[in-house]
């Protein structure tokens, strides 16, 4: 078995040191009511601290308490109460002498209204699509445009307040920003749409705006997908030059790191090389990138969720192409999200203590 030693270098990100290359990838827990993370959030990220991951980066977390929240019990940052309770979340992590990192998440054409309490608003979406060809919502106005880049704005210089080591836009998944960046779900023709510098406009805005406001040296990564809700195999980029003018200009408005989610990270991202998403974007941005998907197990997240079981896996394939440098970071989810022991465990070589996943780890905090 080769040694794992390639997972346990540091890296530093603008300035952010990482004891190792391991990330916890951002899980949506559903156990934060009124949307404020309370102390069994606390300790649930503390325990990954103490058990030794490299970088954490939150669930996904609401800007605001209107149009971005979906999903039951999800937490935001918008409101005092949360702030307090997000504060919470980073004096445990760092008093265990962790690193932790907020992703903000606005649901966008993927909110289900009905899940809220204010099911009278209206899901915000470029052009109204949650599902190409089928308009469901009122395509935003300029002014709502500039409410929710002022809002995410505000979100990640309340997380800074907060004490957050460095903030993630998510801009995967079909949500907000990832149906600005599809041509298939933003088919507007007015600045914020048309080419790729239209469509990322929005995105850019955010970024250059939220530098400004915490500085030059504070991270900044940005979550990116290629595939969709609805389409697993939709390629938002269709060429690796396509993945370079949108990466290029996410770079110019002053993005630090992308984190390329894939369902499987070994999956080569286009014809006539192994590399993975997060290995082009490296190579095409010159930026670091974090890889994740199916890392330690054997099947992918989404038939997770339907009740699909996996067992533990082989990391020699992760190793390989650790070795080779295609990507800096490896985010880990299912693994960590059941086991707050996963890195330790790596680390001693203990494989034969770990666990298989199934869908059950999702109703607790361990
Ligand atoms: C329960 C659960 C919740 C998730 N919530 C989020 C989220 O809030 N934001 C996000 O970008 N990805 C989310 N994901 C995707 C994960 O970050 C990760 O990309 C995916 O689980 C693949 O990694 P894994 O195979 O190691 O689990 C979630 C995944 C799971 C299993």
């Not at 970088?55 to 109460?81: F, R, S, W, Y």
């Not at 997380?159 to 998510?170: M, S, Y």
């Not at 469509?199 to 990564?221: F, H, N, Q, S």
């Not at 269709?238 to 992308?258: R, T």
Request: a negative charge.
């Amino acid at each position: 078995m080769p040694s794992t030693d390639v997972l346990f270098r540091s890296f530093t990100l603008n300035g952010m040191a990482i004891p190792n290359r391991i990330v916890m990838a951002p899980m949506t827990r559903s156990f934060s009511p009124g949307a404020v993370p309370g102390e069994d959030v606390a300790a649930y990220y503390r325990r990954r601290a103490e058990g030794g991951v490299g970088l954490i980066l939150t669930e996904g977390v609401h800007p605001n308490t209107t149009t971005a929240d979906g999903t039951p019990n999800v937490p935001t940052i918008a409101t005092a109460e949360s702030q307090a309770g997000w504060k919470n979340v980073v004096d445990g992590v760092h008093a265990a002498g962790g690193l932790i990192g907020i992703q903000i998440w606005h649901e966008g054409p993927m909110r289900k209204p009905e899940n809220t309490g204010h099911p009278e608003i209206e899901s915000w979406s470029p052009s109204g699509f949650n599902i190409p060809g089928k308009q469901k919502w009122t395509p935003m106005d300029e002014a709502e445009i500039e409410q929710a880049i002022t809002e995410f704005v505000d979100a990640a210089v309340a997380a800074k307040a907060a004490g957050f080591d460095c903030v993630e836009f998510h801009g995967a998944h079909s949500y907000l920003l990832d149906s600005f960046f599809w041509d298939k779900t933003n088919l507007r023709d007015d600045q914020w749409g048309g080419d790729w510098e239209g469509r990322t406009r929005m995105a850019c805005e955010i970024i250059r705006r939220t530098r400004e406001k915490v500085g030059a040296d504070y991270p900044l990564i940005i979550r990116i997908s290629q595939w969709k809700q609805i389409d697993f195999d939709a390629k938002a980029a269709s060429n690796p030059d396509e993945f370079a003018v949108w990466l290029g200009l996410l770079k110019d408005a002053g993005i630090d790191a992308f984190h390329c989610s894939q369902r499987r990270f070994w999956e080569p991202e286009f014809e006539g090389s192994d590399l993975n998403c997060a290995g082009w974007a490296k190579k095409l941005s010159g930026l670091p990138t974090i890889s994740v998907g199916s890392v330690g197990l054997s099947g992918e997240f989404v038939a997770a969720y339907s009740g699909e079981a996996s067992e533990p896996a082989s990391l020699d394939r992760l190793i390989e192409m650790m070795e080779r440098d295609e990507f800096d970071l490896i985010a880990v989810g299912r693994a960590l999200l059941q086991d707050p022991e996963w890195v330790q465990k790596v680390r001693d070589g203990r494989n034969d203590e770990l666990m298989s996943f199934t869908k059950e780890a999702l109703g607790k905090l361990y």
